[in-house]
């Protein structure tokens, strides 16, 4: 199959050309251990994204490459973007993508640019919860991710504080995830949230983390902050 070309030039050719060496080593710092990144900005790639799912997207994602960081967050775009297909198959096209997610930018980069109608969300919960026994990190932070972004709400708050608590992985972008998850329902569900952190069902490091990004957070109030503080543990060496 020949390769998918836009503006008479290969997917890679485009990718090149938006490259900028500057910031290729501050994306690079972002993504600790990440190999092969070119350094395109995310509006960049966003543009590039939408005029490929506007198009022939089947033949790009056949021949999609997956070699740079920011291929692989094209493709994930792409799926995102592309219009006119059930949630089930934009499902299935996550479902092939998903285990190429190698870095939080990836991830969180294709979760973002997701949109879901009201009434497709409990087949997209249950696609995402899928994950949560996932033992590789990547994956299980997707679901995290997913769920700060798309279930922070009257229906899911108990579930997904629930759920969080119940997340036993050693994966530094998962307990990362877990703590932004827990400061975005603290800023939307302060009492049950504090309520939550008061129980001390995390782990040390996701705890003070959740804390952190709380008391960071300018949704949160200052008087919950100062509570906040006194829930903080302090660790010893």
């Known amino acids: 199959m020949d390769e998918f070309r836009i503006n008479e030039l290969t997917i890679k050719e485009n990718l090149l050309i938006l490259a900028e060496q500057g910031y290729k080593k501050f994306s690079s710092t972002l993504n600790p251990g990440v190999e092969n990144v070119l350094g395109i900005r ?3 790639l966003r543009a590039l994204a939408r005029q490929i799912a506007a198009g022939n997207w089947q033949s790009y994602l056949d021949t999609a490459d997956s070699y740079y960081m920011e291929e692989r967050m094209l493709q994930g775009m792409v799926i995102a973007y592309v219009k006119d297909i059930t949630l089930e198959e934009r499902l299935h096209l996550l479902r092939e ?10 991830c969180d980069s294709v979760v973002s640019s997701l949109k879901v109608s009201r009434e497709d969300e409990e087949t997209l919960w249950l696609f995402i919860c899928q994950y949560l026994t996932s033992e590789e990190e990547y994956k299980l932070r997707f679901s995290v991710v997913m769920m700060l972004l798309k279930f922070v709400d009257d229906e899911h708050i108990f579930r997904l504080l629930e759920i969080f608590a ?13 703590a932004w998850a827990v400061s975005v329902c603290m800023a939307k569900y302060p009492e049950i949230t504090y309520e939550f952190l008061g129980k001390g069902q995390l782990d040390d490091f ?5 804390i952190q990004k709380c008391i960071e957070s300018y949704r949160v109030s200052d008087a919950y902050k100062q509570r906040l503080r006194l829930l903080k543990r302090t660790l010893t060496a």
């Open 42 to 44: 995310v509006p960049q």
């Open 97 to 106: 993508f998903i285990p190429l997610i190698n870095s939080w930018s990836v």
């Open 166 to 178: 119940n997340i036993h992985h050693d994966g530094y972008y998962v307990k990362m995830a877990v």
């Open 206 to 210: 996701t705890h003070n983390k959740s």
